[in-house]
C-alpha cells in the first residue's frame, strides 16, 4: 500500500506536536516536517521550492505565530504579517503544487467581541471583533477566505477548523506572554514550590471559559480531514466553511484557579485582584456542527490538567527563563 505523505506546517508547535503524535499511530502515513532552520515559512520562495522539493498528498497548517493579550498588544504587526505571509504561501503553494487536501486551524479569536454565547459558526463577520487581538484575528479570517477562496474558483478541498482555547503538553509557560492555564499552572507551581501562603489571580474569578485539550483537538483535526466530502459540504456552506472544535462546557476562572491547586497540590490561599479586568464575561464555542459529524472530546478538563502538570515537570528545566 503507497504511504500517504502528510506535511505538517508548524510541527513544533503545541497543536503540530499533537497531530504528529496522532497521525505517527498510522503505519499508512509518511510525516513531512521542516523546522525553522530550514524553511522560512514566510518566504513565498522558499515555501514553493520546498512543495517543489516533496510530494506532498495532504497538508495540516497548525504553523503560527501566537501569544496572550500581553503579546497580542506588544506585537501587532509581527502577529498580522507573519500569519498572513505564511498561510497565504501554504495555501497558495499546495494548491500550485497539486495538493487537493488542506486543513487549516484557526482561532475562536475569529468571532466579534460580543457573539452571542454559545458562539456558532454563523457569528463570523457580524460584528466588531475584541481590539486586542484583532490583527491575529484578521489574519486567521484571512486564512479560512483562502481556503474558500481556492475551493470556489478550483475545486480544492481546503477545510478549516477553529478551535476554543487549547492547552497540553508544549504548551508556553512564559510568565507575561502565555494564556491562562500555562501561566496560572506554573504561577501555582512555583508557590508550592515556595511554600506560598496564597496565589494571586487576575479579575474577579467570574469569567467563563472554555478549555480543550490539545490532544482531543488533534484527534477532531484528523476526523474532520478525513471526513467524506459529501458529509462535509452536507453539513457546511461554500463561504461558511469552518468547523467550530470544542467542548461544549465551560467554567469560570475560579472553578479553573481551584482544579488547578488540587492539580499542583497547593494548600494555600487564592486571592482574585479585582483592579485587573475580567475581559469579556464568556466565551463558549457551539460545536454542534463537529458533534453531527461524529466526533466529541474525551479527555476532561482535571484529567487534562494532571496529564499537562506532569509534562511540566518533566521538562521544567527546558522551560526555565
Known sequence: MTKLNIFIAGHRGMVGS???RQLQQNPNINLITASREELDLTSQADVHAFFQQQS???????????????ANNTYPADFIYENLMMEANI?????????????????SCIYPKLAEQPMTESALLTGTLEPTNEPYAIAKIAGIKLCESYNRQYGRDYRSVMPTNLYGENDNFHPENSHVIPAMMRRFHEATQAGAKEVVIWGTG????????????????VHVMNLDITTYEAI?????????????????????????????GFTGKLVFDVSKAD???????DASRLNVMGWQAGISLKEGLASTYYWFIQHQEQLRD
Open 56 to 70: 506532498i498528498d495532504q497538508v495540516y497548517l497548525a504553523a503560527a505565530k501566537v501569544g496572550g493579550i500581553h
Open 279 to 285: 475581559g469579556a464575561p464568556r466565551k463558549l464555542m
Open 206 to 221: 467570574t469569567p467563563m471559559r472554555e478549555f480543550l485539550h490539545v490532544d482531543d483537538m488533534a484527534a477532531a483535526c
Open 91 to 107: 495555501i497558495n503553494a499546495a494548491h500550485t503544487h497539486g495538493v487537493q487536501k488542506l486543513l487549516f486551524l484557526g482561532s
Open 236 to 264: 457546511t456552506q461554500p463561504m461558511l466553511s469552518h468547523i467550530n472544535v470544542g467542548t461544549g462546557v465551560d467554567c469560570t476562572i475560579r472553578e479553573l484557579a481551584e482544579t488547578l491547586a488540587a492539580v499542583t
Open 18 to 20: 499533537a497531530l504528529m
